[in-house]
């Protein structure tokens, strides 16, 4: 009686590993260099290198391995990739951009008021500029004075030194000039740009659903 019973519970383990076995049973299978469909218990030789699958016990496909990339390929992904993060960083700080501007104006009157306001500041700056330029001058038509009566003799050293710093002064006065007439410039194109991006900003968002 016990012998009958060892032989049932022995058949019955070998039953439960071929079972199990043939439940982690796997075929793979591939397309050669010929194009002919190759399969294997284990990865045939002729996969090695190619896209494969991996079916199950039902025949159904469980798992799909593609083929390792060529070296073209792996320099192609990874500049797709530097384009890709290229156009995030751009498109971030775009959003930056954007939000800062909505942050610093309220509406299309606060961007010609602080327009005004920055040329308004220039305009003063190349006024005192222009004004010292007129004292300077002054100052220097009384050391033209004083060599034309030296006219045709040695200029005294302090005449030479007034003629010599005037012209040093005026000349620095109107770099100045020149520099706030192009910071206008600058100003002027500053605002024209925040005012259309503004403008764009506030038309896309009425746009949105």
Not at 27 to 42: L, R
Not at 103 to 132: H, P, W
Not at 180 to 198: C, I, M, S
Request: hydrophobic share 35%; aromatic share 6%.
């Amino acid at each position: 009686m016990r012998a009958a019973a060892s032989i049932a519970l022995l058949m019955l383990l070998l039953l439960a590993g071929t079972a199990s076995s043939f439940a982690a049973a796997r075929i793979f299978c591939c397309d050669d260099q010929s194009g002919k469909q190759v399969c294997g218990d284990i990865l045939p030789s002729a996969c090695y290198g190619r896209a494969y699958r991996e079916l199950g016990q039902s025949g159904r496909t469980s798992r799909v391995v593609e083929a390792p990339l060529t070296a073209e390929e792996r320099a192609a992904r990874a500049a797709e990739a530097r384009r890709r993060e290229e156009r995030e960083r751009v498109e971030n700080e775009q959003r930056r951009r954007d939000q800062a501007l909505l942050n610093t104006y309220g509406s299309e009157k606060d961007i010609e008021v602080m327009r005004s306001r920055a040329l308004g500041d220039l305009d003063m700056t190349i006024k005192a500029a222009e004004e010292r330029i007129a004292e300077i001058r002054k100052r220097r038509k009384r050391f033209e004075n004083e060599a034309e009566f030296y006219r045709n003799r040695r200029l005294p050293a302090e005449v030479v030194k007034g003629l010599r710093d005037a012209d040093y002064e005026i000349r620095a006065q109107e770099s100045v000039i020149d520099s706030k007439r192009k910071d206008q410039q600058a100003v002027g194109l500053k605002y024209d740009e925040d005012l259309r991006r503004y403008r764009d900003i506030l038309k896309r968002a009425a746009e949105r659903p």
